[in-house]
């Protein structure tokens, strides 16, 4: 794997991490999910969506006819899947369902799956797994305050209500969908509420989550400064970072006091 942000002067070689998670997370529409794709690539990472695990067991529901307020048949379910993720692409048992993911039905009906209690903790026990020994960026609602808390590199996107629902209107009308920046706006404001009073894996910046904005930056901006920021932490000679098959032990801990905010 090409570590490139390890090359600088800052670490050894011998300090090369063979595991390491970067945490992105942050209300829908900031970006995220473009933002995290890039900054994996141009780091040589892996790309974890794990949105994309949420709106699998939701897609798998749904299409098996399985009543989304029954919550043991949703673990149930949820246990019995094997979903497969390969950057953008999500397979199902097999079955490509990358585009199947993203309809505004699977959207819709995700709160049920998400509020699950006991699927949060079996698709987070996943997450964990698949970053075992890997370079990762990854992103969600709670990948650092909650997945991940040991992550040595957590950042929290944010982007005003206002740029949040442009991005999103113009992302539907390329795809020949024209809503209202009003309805947009409310269907967001509803979706943010939903994240961020979830009993577990609610919405929210961990406290050593570093809140960037991205609000009037171009995406490349967002990248390069991004890229600069995780280089820094990474860097910190205590950001215990080279620990192979325990990602979970790197300590929070270790970032200096004022690394905090
Ligand atoms: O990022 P996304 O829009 O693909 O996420 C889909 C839904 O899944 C979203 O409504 C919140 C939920 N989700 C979550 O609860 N925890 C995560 N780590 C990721 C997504």
Redesign the pocket.
Known sequence: MNNRIFEGAHLELGDKPQSVVIAIDGP?GAGK?TVAKLLAKSLGFEFLD???M??AVTYAAITRGIDLSDSQSILILASSLEIQLDGSNVTLNGIDISEAIRTPEVGQS?GAV?DNVQVRALLSQWQRDWARGRCVVTE????GSEVFKDSPCKIFLVASNEERAKRRQEELSKKGIDIDLVEILDQQNR?DHQ?RI?PV?ALRRADDAIEFHTDGLSLEQVVEQLEAIIHQRLSQPTAKINEPHHPSSLSKQSLPASEAE
């Open positions: 829908a999910s794990t949105g994309a949420y709106r995700i998400a969600g609602r709670d990948q979706r994240d979830r894996g």
